[in-house]
């Protein structure tokens, strides 16, 4: 994100009011602002297909300050509460809508592409209706505070949802006040106010219109509200995960709907423009605030909810009151007995596994409908060495074909620098794959095709490479049987994987025997498959107090089968 925007914004802003409609379209603005040369202000995407508008509104608060106050007092103008001409409270009372009963903003129900006539009122008895069903659900099923009182600005302490025509794809927005009131800054940077919600009068002409359209945008405006209100926004330049905000809100429509997946249009562009921002074939860093507004990301979510239960996502918002997402997240994995760089490679891993490749068992459950991954770059394979120089940013995905005369070899690489995005320090790493039938120099493995599969980067231990083949869906890499890391270092390390091969194994009690052959712990743990190998997880913290530095022996015993390994153990 860029730091300032042009003491002009004003009335840039304004002049998109020129037009005849008579209410504000925050994609009007955003185009108006992007059309300007002279605005420098930070954009997701291409404005025209901005589907939640609330990205857009954060960036303009997050430079409040470089605004004259010429500029403020015109933005102020703009981005006001609606004032409309009725209003009408929900049946649990959480909510009051408000909307017009005639003119350009009345809302209407869709019937076949077409409104029809006076059906406002039951427009809003379907909105009440998917509101406190949207409450009930994202606040007493799943656990999430509520967002907070806004001190009666709507008429009453309810919370407000406004009811206007915004075009064919901006679905809603969630709003807060301008200025910033000091009261809410918690932690420093940590700021939480009271929001209101704009959403559409029909969704006629969206992509996914009617009462479809309805249901999704309730169920990601509301949660921006949730997020904005009960757990905080981090509003520094470097610190700014909007991304992840937007992530959630798209990954929470699936939760809250789970068979109306607008997400599906989103997804797209993940899969098929991994691109850096500036369209080269360097990967798009997953954390990136410079392109997509996050929408496409929610397959993260969707993924972790698979790994984990989707209580997840709650852990880490609770845990950015206090710290921001990539920390927060950091943090909730180690709890769960894993790390970023392990879930990010696996993430990388199952990213492959769409469309046709799908297992819904496996990988995503709704997968199959995710489009292929496009390759970053595709060469062929010579017969001899064939070889890929390229890039890649911290914490981002790459994948890279290497394509035979019978079969194509995918090489999936992820980058797992987090500490790097940290500190800042997010420049593209240079990377070098090779796929020869000889012995290579460069870090390898060898593949059950007999082929070599070679990597090099300035610091392998950030990375994390696979290699599947097209022919048959399945993994080329040979199944080493070490247990990894090895030495184990506790303070380091957030698990040791002990691979097996018994493929029925579910379950595996573990003994950790000291070189006396002295039981120092046991612990029973699942039979999982990562990366296309059956493996056991034993997390740091479960030993970490209980077995000191040391070598031990190691037993997995599971119902039809045994498997041992020796691993130095460091405190």
């Excluded at 960036?59 to 209003?87: D, K």
């Excluded at 060495?385 to 074909?401: D, F, K, N, V």
């Excluded at 392998?460 to 990894?484: C, H, I, M, N, P």
Aim: a negative charge.
């Amino acid at each position: 994100m860029r730091n300032s925007i042009n003491l002009s914004i004003g009335l840039v802003v304004l002049a998109c009011f020129a037009e005849a409609q008579p209410i504000k379209s925050l994609r009007q603005i955003v185009r108006a602002l992007e059309s300007s040369q002279s605005v420098s202000l930070y954009s997701t995407a291409d404005s025209s297909t901005v589907k939640c508008g609330t990205p857009l509104i954060q960036a303009i608060r997050s430079q409040w300050s470089a605004l004259s106050p010429q500029s403020r007092a015109e933005l102020e103008q703009v981005l006001q509460r609606p004032t409309l001409q009725t209003s009408r409270l929900s049946p649990s009372g959480h909510f009051r809508i408000h909307f017009d009963s005639s003119g350009y903003n009345q809302p209407a129900i869709i019937v076949n592409g077409q409104p029809i006539p006076n059906s406002h009122s039951a427009y809003i008895d379907s909105v009440v209706a998917v509101l406190d069903y949207v409450w009930n659900y994202e606040i007493g099923i799943l656990g999430y505070d509520p967002p907070p009182p806004d001190n009666n600005l709507g008429g009453g302490p309810e919370y407000d949802i406004y009811v206007e025509e915004l075009g064919t794809s901006e679905f809603g927005y969630t709003d807060w006040p301008y200025p910033y009131d000091p009261d809410v800054i918690l932690n420093g940077s940590n700021e939480r106010h009271f929001t209101y919600i704009v959403i559409d009068n029909d969704y006629l002409g969206f992509r996914t219109p009617g009462m479809n359209g309805l249901k999704v945008t309730c169920a990601h405006e509301f949660h921006h509200a949730v997020q904005i209100g009960a757990y905080g926004l981090w509003n520094n330049v470097a610190n700014n995960d909007f991304y992840f905000n937007e992530l959630t809100s798209s990954w929470m429509e699936d939760v809250v709907y789970t068979d109306v997946n607008d997400y599906y249009f989103d997804v797209v562009n993940y899969f098929r423009g991994l691109r850096d921002y500036r369209g080269s074939a360097l990967s798009f860093a997953f954390f990136s605030r410079s392109s997509y507004a996050g929408y496409e990301r929610c397959i993260w979510g969707h993924f972790l909810a698979k790994r984990f239960g989707r209580n997840i996502m709650r852990e880490i918002w609770t845990g950015i009151r206090e710290t921001p997402f990539l920390k927060s997240a950091e943090k909730v994995l180690l709890d769960h007995g894993t790390d970023w760089g392990t879930e990010f490679s696996l993430f990388s891993y199952w990213n492959y596994y769409t469309a046709d490749r799908a297992d819904s068992a496996r990988f995503y459950p709704e997968g199959k409908n995710y489009p292929r991954f496009t390759p970053n770059m595709t060469t062929n394979f010579t017969g001899s060495t064939s070889t890929i120089a390229s890039g890649s940013y911290p914490l981002s995905t790459a994948m890279y074909e290497f394509q035979l005369a019978q079969d194509t070899i995918t090489a999936i690489v992820s980058n797992n620098e987090v500490q790097a995005i940290l500190s800042n320090d997010m420049g593209a790493r240079q990377i070098t794959l090779m796929l020869s039938k000889g012995a290579v120099s460069a870090p390898h493995v060898l593949l059950s095709n007999g082929l070599t599969a070679g990597f090099s980067a300035d610091d392998l231990t950030q990375w994390k490479t696979f290699y599947t083949g097209a022919s048959t869906k399945t993994d080329l890499e040979r199944v080493q049987l070490a247990a990894s890391p090895n030495p184990f270092r506790l303070a380091v390390s957030a698990r040791l994987v002990l691979p097996v091969e018994d493929p029925a194994a579910a379950k595996a009690s573990v003994y950790f025997l000291s070189s006396s052959m002295a039981l120092a712990y046991t612990g029973e743990y699942d039979v999982t498959t990562e990366f296309g190998t059956r493996m056991i997880a034993i997390p740091a913290k479960d030993i970490q107090t209980r077995i000191s530095s040391g070598i031990y022996f190691v037993v997995a015993k599971m119902t039809h089968s045994e498997s041992r390994w020796k691993v130095a153990i460091i405190q």
